[in-house]
């Protein structure tokens, strides 16, 4: 089996005792030559029993490592840690709460076995139910974290281009090209060229080190049918968590990668988007989310003002009041395809819940990285 090309799979860790043994009980179960394979898991500094679990598996099978990362700021740097001492011809990445197919390292690296172009492939991302909570259903039924509806790909085959840098390009977001490392994989070649590194900002590690590959002329593949299934957050607090982050890192690779062009995306017709060159980067979306609120504060405006001054219950105000029931009405059409449907108003609140958190997300983020950012809606 010597032919076979030698696989490093890097996974950064912190606090993960509850996922964990079900992680490395798949990575330690892929039908792949045990002789041909490393698991460098990265631990960014646990608190819980992350590390001990980790030594006792090592005892068992040598090829998992163990590299600890003090003062760890990030999952990037955690795999810069472990990038530092890969020895893989190609190098696989997921996470500590993720439950890798058994065919999976074998079907992430078909493609570049074919095109020698390739410099990342990036398969599919599922649900694994673990607790059986209203969150986890939610996200397995809104495909939380699959690739395909992001990029609108329905097969298998190369990642559409970068094409003019613009700031919806770059993102993170709706229609950016990348791969989360939750299951991706990158070749020897391709991560040399960038330095071995994933960038030492806080956030969006992913988007820039994809970014990156592409700028140096490899290509991105989609592999839907090398699966990782993902065990999710148990609480819609903690899902909340997680969407804001996703918020607060969209417009950092906005700042680094994007031309001088201000986006409006309407999203409506597959996405409309109109690039202003402007004297500052930005993205504004504008969808369902965006303008129930607008005619409802209207509605609750005018009619309020018209309390003093009748005469301003008027025409105007049923307008308003019409296109806030539209919007809003459209906005939570999605969750009626839910089920059980007798867990609507759940639904509903975890949409709107998660779909706020990243807009508040968004709205630090703006802040924090000085490029204007009005995140999207579901």
């Not at 840690?81 to 890969?86: E, H």
């Not at 839910?338 to 997300?361: C, D, E, H, Q, T």
Request: net charge positive; with cysteine; aromatic share 14%.
């Amino acid at each position: 089996m010597q032919d076979k090309p030698f696989l490093t799979i890097i996974n950064p860790i912190r606090n993960a005792q509850r996922t964990l043994e079900k992680c490395l009980e798949s990575l330690v179960n892929l039908d792949y030559p045990k002789d041909r394979m490393e698991f460098i898991f990265a631990d960014g500094g646990s608190s819980d029993s992350t590390v001990s679990i980790i030594r006792l598996w090592q005892e068992k099978y040598p090829q998992v490592k163990l590299v600890e990362v003090a003062n760890c700021k990030s999952p990037g740097q955690a795999r810069n840690a472990a990038l530092a001492v890969a020895k893989g011809d190609y190098i696989l990445f997921t996470d500590g709460d993720c439950y890798v197919r058994r065919d999976w390292a074998n079907k992430i690296v078909e493609p570049f076995l074919k095109d020698k172009t390739v410099g990342m492939v990036g398969g599919e991302i599922y649900t694994m139910r673990t607790d059986n909570n209203d969150t986890e259903l939610y996200c397995e039924q809104t495909k939380f974290l699959s690739v395909a509806p992001r990029c609108n790909l329905t097969k298998e085959g190369y990642y559409p281009s970068i094409k003019k840098n613009l700031p919806h390009e770059v993102n993170g977001n709706i229609h950016s090209p990348f791969f989360a490392t939750a299951n991706a994989a990158v070749s020897k070649e391709a991560a040399d060229a960038v330095g071995r590194e994933f960038w030492h900002e806080i956030t969006n590690e992913d988007v820039d080190f994809s970014i990156r590959i592409l700028k140096k002329g490899y290509k991105l593949y989609y592999k839907p049918d090398a699966i990782v299934d993902h065990m999710h957050r148990m609480s819609l607090a903690d899902y909340s968590k997680q969407l804001f982050g996703y918020g607060f890192g969209h417009p950092l690779p906005v700042r680094a990668h994007a031309k001088k062009v201000f986006e409006i995306c309407l999203q409506y017709f597959g996405y409309i988007y109109i690039p202003i060159p402007f004297f500052f980067k930005g993205v504004l979306y504008i969808g369902d989310f965006h303008l129930m609120h607008i005619f409802g504060a209207l509605s609750v405006i005018q009619l309020v003002a018209s309390i003093f001054n009748p005469a301003l219950f008027n025409g105007l105000l049923l307008a308003w009041a019409l296109l806030f029931v539209l919007f809003t009405s459209r906005y939570f059409m999605p969750v009626l395809k839910l089920k059980p449907k007798s867990k609507f108003l759940v639904w509903a609140k975890i949409r709107y819940l998660s779909n706020w958190a990243m807009m508040r997300g968004g709205f630090k983020g703006m802040k924090t990285w000085k490029v204007f950012y009005l995140e999207s809606s579901w």
